[in-house]
């Protein structure tokens, strides 16, 4: 219909004046301007009810308030949903309590079930469709392929969340359906293709079986078939009345009916509903037994919060919440199960057991209640009952085997069956074995969270029990979760993958030690140099390095003065030219040769210890020892290990200190200075690399001597560094190898610059997007503050064992630095941030002024520790 409707019969025209056109023309105009806008205001209503849909939270998930996004966190311990749900003739039911709501799908695809003893996850759930026809017939027809029934328009839902649905028009296009096909009503004859869907269920399911209760208890047995008759299955779920979201299609558990077809508009009939289609199907015995079915349009919630000071919230809006997507390490919960760390020195203590009873959050201290040692068969609280502690956060540690998710999935190790006898011995059950389905529903179940000191699950037969850590220890009760059970199985098959590797390993480790111990006990300098390398170079380097031996330490490798003071270049080009040419020599003694006449700076010595760059021997504790592929190098790779040294020796920075190896050129150590304004200030960090044969077309191996700490994210215990630039992470552009112009001064320029940096929690990966968020900055403080802690410690191993040829530096430099170090330390017990000692007007990006006062606890527990270690150095006094 045209908007404006204009009459182009002259013949109705009238001689009207001008203004009483315009005064027709308006009030046309006006008629349509309100149409207009009546439609425009209810458009606008509609697109302003979809944009106001709620946040939603679920059981679990960790929040923060909007009016304090640096403070306290709180978890989700309960949540409240009222749904508004809409027909499919546009008629809107308000406020619905979720939990009356059931889906319309049995199963669907990531539903996590039961059969027996095996758990699996659904792949795909096949449809099991109902079909009306125009005469009253009906069939049920198992699908696996949608190319069989097609849906004829018109479609009554463009976005469906299912292919098949009630009221929706099908036509048969696979003949062959007709033969698997289930007959309720009539039976089959040709032409009748077209029919009316009537019922949608579940009839086969796919599932991926992960594990079996059974094979944790060390009965081996082997899956059950992938594809299973749902009826065999059950749903393993928890808090399913809060996972409704907008669009979800759904039934209400005290309705009944279907959803059918009306003039080409879906609408929702009763059981007694009957009526002639325009395609003439008579429903009048054949709509009974049918569910209606409904669209979430909106929902509305109300969460409880359990806080980290122990204070619970009820009924908040989830508009004064605000999602946190990452949790510190170092943050925890009421009810939680904590173990203490212990230091070194303490390993002959028991580690000690305890659950959190609340938490600051701001100076990071938790009460903790200690149950009992870690491993203890007993439960002791002391001769005065259970003790309560106030501790430094850093000083404590998630506890590795009662730690679970809010919904995570757990299995019972040990079962009581007649609730007065569970005794699991070897592996199978003392009292009767389980084998019925019921039975092995109870020891299946998911986490509902943490409560009155233990752990609440729901067993998949329905039954909610609690799991206390005092139970596990006394009665040898255990759950274990899913994942960690699927992590531990990983690793099994990595071990037994390695397990040759690691044979080797030791036996090349003994074979080392053989020849450190042979070159230790010689006093030939020349003889200690061959023997000691016997494994690592063939027999022209061994001539080669013979050379250059003999000329630092005279020709019978007794050192002289004279021998001492000759240039050890002069002796080697002069040694050189006594050889057989070049040409006539076979490649690899070329190399050698090549190696030989390389210019290098003297050796170490005392008065140059703290040299940046230098030539060194001996690299026999140097972690890439045992790496192979130098013995056939070839003159690029040579020219190029030059090229490197050069660039090294004339432009290293101050704070980074370099040995290159005389008998390996493939092998270097360096040592990188923490800068000042970082967690790592004045700490000394060591690297060894190493020039694989390929280089550079590959990029180097770096493993950092890490001491047993993690004290940044690209930094692991293990040694290996997580860097683009050594293709151990990805990156692109110059975050990426160059062979062309990358080297090893940009390596060791990123490591100190943007691996030990100022913020190194952003360093993670995927961390970056929360730079300068609330949350994000509270947990980089954080994240600081225990790396100092760390970089303290680091410290202490360092001076307890200093790498080879560092010895005499990592004395110079703590001698220098010591006391800078611990004034340091008392200006962060005073209050000052890491990082900025001395800086009282620093404060950090989400507005900290001060240290925390778990910091403190611990820095005040580990600084006279690491007095004394430099005191024990001979760098400052015992004072």
């Known amino acids: ?107 669907i695809s990531g539903d996590c079930v039961v059969m027996g003893p095996w758990i699996g996850r659904v792949i795909r759930a096949f449809d099991l469709v109902t079909v009306l026809f125009s005469d009253g017939a009906k069939c049920e027809m198992l699908l696996r392929d949608s190319e069989a029934l097609k849906p004829i328009p018109p479609i009554l839902f463009e976005d469906a969340p299912y292919f098949y649905y009630p009221g929706q028009r099908v036509r048969i296009v696979e003949p062959s359906v007709y033969q698997s096909a289930t007959w309720l009503c009539g039976s089959w004859r040709p032409g009748r293709d077209d029919g009316v869907v009537s019922h949608v269920d579940v009839g086969m399911v796919h599932v991926n ?95 409880d919060i359990l806080w980290q000071n122990g204070s619970i919230s009820l009924g908040l809006e989830p508009q004064t919440l605000v999602p946190v ?48 040692p870690a491993g203890s068969d007993t439960v002791s609280y002391g001769r005065s009952g259970p003790t309560v502690e106030t501790v430094s956060a850093y000083e404590l540690v998630e506890h590795p085997d009662f730690s679970f998710c809010t919904g995570e999935v757990v299995i019972r190790s040990a079962v009581n069956i007649e609730k007065s006898e569970a005794d699991l011995t070897n592996g199978s059950l003392a009292s009767r074995e389980l084998v019925t389905h019921s039975d092995f529903l109870s020891c299946i179940g998911n986490v509902l969270g943490y409560k009155d000191d233990g752990i609440e699950v729901q067993w998949a037969n329905g039954v909610i029990s609690k799991i206390s850590l005092v139970q596990c220890q006394v009665q040898h009760f255990e759950i274990i979760g899913l994942d960690k059970l699927l992590d531990s199985s990983l690793e099994s098959m990595h071990e037994e993958n390695t397990a040759g590797d690691s044979i080797d390993m030791a036996e090349q480790e003994e074979m080392h030690h053989e020849n ?50 000759i240039d050890p270049r002069y002796q080697i080009i002069k040694m050189a030219e006594m050889q057989t040419s070049a040409d006539e020599l076979p490649e690899e003694k070329q190399v050698v040769e090549l190696v030989a006449k390389i210019e290098k700076p003297n050796l170490t010595s005392e008065d140059n210890i703290s040299k940046r760059f230098d030539v060194v021997t001996d690299c026999s504790d140097h972690h890439f020892v045992k790496e192979s592929g130098h013995e056939s190098v070839t003159r690029s790779w040579v020219k190029k290990v030059q090229q490197e040294w050069t660039i090294l020796q004339n432009d290293l920075p101050d704070g980074i200190h370099v040995r290159v190896f005389e008998e390996r050129m493939d092998l270097l150590r360096a040592c990188i200075v923490g800068a000042a304004g970082t967690p790592y200030h004045d700490n000394l960090f060591f690297f060894d690399i190493f020039f694989p044969p390929d280089y550079p077309h590959e990029p180097p191996s770096v493993h950092y001597h890490s001491g047993g700490l993690r004290l940044n994210p690209n930094l692991y215990e293990s040694g290996k560094v997580c860097l683009s630039l050594l293709k151990t992470w990805t990156g692109t552009g110059n975050e990426v190898w160059n062979p062309e112009n990358s080297t090893i001064l940009q390596l060791l320029l990123s490591l100190q610059a943007l691996v030990l940096n100022e913020k190194p929690y ?25 790396a100092f ?54 404060i950090s990006e989400d507005g900290s002024k001060n240290c925390s006062t778990g910091f403190k606890i611990m820095l005040g527990k580990l600084l006279p520790k690491l007095a004394a270690a430099f005191s024990e150095a001979g760098i400052i006094s015992g004072q």
């Open 325 to 372: 997507s990452t949790l510190g390490d170092y943050d925890f919960w009421p009810g939680q199960f904590v173990l203490e760390k212990l230091a070194v020195e303490d390993s002959a203590r028991c580690q000690r057991t305890g659950i959190v009873r609340d938490v600051d959050a701001l100076e990071r201290t938790v009460n903790v209640l200690w149950i009992s």
């Open 1 to 107: 219909m045209d908007l404006f409707a204009i009459d182009s019969d002259s013949e109705t025209y009238s001689g009207t004046s001008d203004s009483e056109d315009q005064e027709e023309c308006e009030f046309t105009y006006s008629d349509h301007a309100q149409s207009i806008l009546s439609s425009l205001d209810e458009s606008i209503g509609k697109i302003d009810n979809f944009l106001t849909f709620e946040r939603g939270f679920l059981h679990g998930d960790i929040v923060c308030p909007v009016s304090d996004p640096s403070g306290q966190l709180g978890r989700v311990v309960g949540v409240a949903m009222f749904v508004d749900l809409e027909t499919s003739s546009g008629d809107i039911i308000k406020d619905v309590n979720s939990k009356k709501l059931s889906r319309v799908r049995s199963f």
């Open 516 to 565: 450190a111990n042979i070159a230790l006990e010689s006093t030939d300098c020349t003889g200690s140099l061959c023997k000691a390398t016997a494994f690592l170079f063939p027999k022209t380097a061994f001539d080669f390095l013979t050379n250059v031996a003999a000329s630092l330490f005279g020709t019978n490798g007794s050192p002289s003065p004279s021998s001492v003071v």
């Open 209 to 303: 079986w992960i594990t079996s209760v059974t094979n944790v208890w060390g009965d081996k047995s082997s899956s059950p078939p992938n594809i299973q008759d749902p009826k065999k299955l059950t749903l393993l779920s928890c808090f399913p009345y809060a996972n409704w979201q907008l669009g979800d299609w759904c039934a209400v558990t005290d309705d009944h009916g279907c959803l059918w077809l009306d003039s080409g508009k879906s609408c929702i009939v009763s059981e007694a509903w009957k009526c002639d289609s325009p395609g003439h199907m008579h429903l009048e015995n054949c709509s009974s037994g049918y569910s209606q079915t409904y669209v979430v349009s909106k929902t509305k919630s109300t969460v």
């Open 789 to 842: 802690l760390l970089s303290c410690k680091s410290m202490m191993y360092v001076l307890h064992k200093p790498p080879k040829h560092f010895e005499k530096l990592v004395k110079e430099h703590f001698a220098c630095h010591a006391q800078c170090i611990l004034d340091a330390c008392e200006a962060y017990l005073g209050g000052d941030l890491v990082g900025h000692a001395h800086d009282k007007a620093y």
């Open 762 to 786: 952003f360093n993670e990966a995927g961390y970056d997007k929360f730079l300068g968020k609330a949350d994000g900055e509270k947990n980089s403080i954080t994240y600081n503050e225990n």
